[in-house]
């Protein structure tokens, strides 16, 4: 069974404080991406890899930063929380081998920034 | 600039049929999605067109015109477990998925 795992389900932080969000695929998936989801909104892309050590940004990378040492994890770290990056943050993963394209999502980090 | 419009919310009757819209502007088209999310789970895939017409699996069916930049999902037979939130996403010209807000489908009995 595929799975996609993200490592916190609810996190709450103080704004200025450091946070990771780990993602790990078992799929073999060469592409990994992540979004934030906000109510009245589409899911909107952060930054997207298709490959170790290579990163694109997204529609809003701002605040953020990745790594992709290994394939299988993709982190999203923000450096300095605020309280406007308070978002369900999704990261999903695809193969990118023709087919649909069809992307599988973790379960979701809720982030609270006070 | 790109779009994705779908209702925000939709009420229906269980073993009944809804049909969900989509409507896109986008710079070119590859394709487009429909997820499904039930709250606070992963969104997961319900369907892809990329030609025009019906595409049809067991109770979900999707619709897809290319010159009208209109597409629906088609649920039939309801039942209560269809309770969630219907995304739409069109790839564009760049093989990046454009989102629609989703649709959040209310079951009744």
């Known amino acids: 069974d595929v799975k996609v795992t993200q490592s916190s389900r609810y996190l709450v932080k103080r704004t200025g404080e450091k946070v990771f969000l780990e993602c790990v695929q078992d799929m073999d998936h060469e592409n990994m991406f992540w979004y934030r989801q906000d109510p009245g909104l589409g899911l909107r892309l952060i930054y997207f890899s298709y490959d170790v050590k290579m990163k694109e940004k997204g529609d809003i990378p701002e605040g953020y930063s990745v790594s992709r040492e290994k394939k299988e994890r993709f982190s999203l770290i923000l450096e300095s929380a605020s309280t406007n990056q308070t978002s369900m943050y999704l990261c999903?993963?695809?193969?990118?081998?023709?087919?649909?394209?069809?992307?599988?999502f973790g379960e979701g980090s809720r982030l609270t920034v006070l | 600039g790109q779009n994705i419009d779908q209702p925000t919310e939709m009420t229906a009757t269980e073993g009944a049929i809804v049909q969900i819209n989509c409507t896109y502007q986008?710079?070119?088209?590859?394709?487009l999605f429909w997820y499904q999310q039930h709250a606070g789970e992963a969104p997961t895939f319900l369907s892809y067109?990329?030609l025009d017409g019906l595409e049809e699996k067991g109770r979900f069916s999707s619709f897809l015109s290319r010159s009208k930049g209109y597409s629906y999902l088609l649920l039939k037979e309801l039942q209560m477990k269809d309770s969630a939130s219907y995304l739409c996403a069109v790839m564009d010209s760049n093989y990046q998925l454009i989102w629609g807000a989703g649709t959040k489908l209310i079951i009744k009995p």
């Open positions: 986008t710079s070119g088209f590859n394709g």
């Open positions: 999903a993963s695809t193969s990118g081998q023709g087919d649909t394209g069809e992307l599988f």
């Open positions: 067109n990329v």
